[in-house]
Nanobody
Framework: QVQLVESGGGLVQAGGSLRLSCAASGRTFRNYAMGWFRQAPGKEREFVAAINWSGGSTYYADSVKGRFTISRDNAKNTVYLQMNSLKPEDTAVYYC?????????????????WGQGTQVTVSS
């Protein structure tokens, strides 16, 4: 069993930056791929970014490519999402997920564990 806890969300003006963190419990974190997803009111949960078990492979949604960076620190059991040049359309609840095969996946249905989410609001 893995527990995930997101933090770092908040209110920021357009053009600003935030760094989200997702802390995981358990010794198997280093074996898992990790993903960030977001969900705006009335919309489906959508893929944002993912990183494989070693951190050597990353994948981004086109909408955030060049602005967001996913990274992980396996010694700290933590995955990060650095978000720069934020736009109002980035407003959503952001969730981290753990995928137990270790390889990056885009579909939320392929993730086995989820955190409770952290709200990101970008004002114009």
């Amino acid at each position: 069993q893995v527990q995930l806890v997101e933090s770092g969300g908040g209110l920021v003006q357009a053009g600003g930056s935030l760094r989200l963190s997702c802390a995981a419990s358990g010794r198997t974190f280093r074996n898992y791929a990790m993903g960030w997803f977001r969900q705006a009111p009335g919309k489906e949960r959508e893929f944002v970014a993912a990183i494989n078990w070693s951190g050597g492979s990353t994948y981004y949604a086109d909408s955030v490519k060049g602005r967001f960076t996913i990274s992980r620190d396996n010694a700290k059991n933590t995955v990060y999402l650095q978000m720069n040049s934020l736009k109002p359309e980035d407003t959503a609840v952001y969730y981290c997920g753990a995928e137990t095969t270790g390889w990056v996946k885009e579909s939320p249905s392929e993730y086995d564990y989820w955190g409770q989410g952290t709200q990101v609001t970008v004002s114009s």
